[in-house]
Nanobody, 123 residues
Framework: QVQLVESGGGLVQAGGSLRLSCAASGRTVSSYALGWFRQAPGKEREFVAD????????HYEDSVKGRFTISRDNAKNTVYLQMNSLKPEDTALYYC????????????????WGQGIQVTVSS
């Protein structure tokens, strides 16, 4: 079992930055792939970014490439999402996720979820 707790969301103007953090706990968390998804009102949950257990591999959804950066600190069991150049269309509930691999995560297969944290970008 893995528990995930997000922090760092809030309201920001377009062009601004936020950093989300997700503290993970549970068995062998450092061996899990971690990631971020988001869900805007009236839309399905979508993949944003993920990172392998070692941190060597990352993937990004096309619309956030070059603006968002995912990283992890296995000593702190924490994953981060640095979000720069934010746009109103980035407004959503952001979820931290954990799975045994990044490919499983992106298939929504055996994923642990955090409770979600709101990010609102005003124009």
């Amino acid at each position: 079992q893995v528990q995930l707790v997000e922090s760092g969301g809030g309201l920001v103007q377009a062009g601004g930055s936020l950093r989300l953090s997700c503290a993970a706990s549970g068995r062998t968390v450092s061996s899990y792939a971690l990631g971020w998804f988001r869900q805007a009102p009236g839309k399905e949950r979508e993949f944003v970014a993920d990172i392998s257990w070692s941190g060597a591999g990352t993937h990004y959804e096309d619309s956030v490439k070059g603006r968002f950066t995912i990283s992890r600190d296995n000593a702190k069991n924490t994953v981060y999402l640095q979000m720069n150049s934010l746009k109103p269309e980035d407004t959503a509930l952001y979820y931290c996720a954990a799975s045994t691999s990044t490919s499983s995560m992106r298939r929504y297969n055996n994923v642990y979820w955090g409770q979600g944290i709101q990010v609102t970008v005003s124009s």
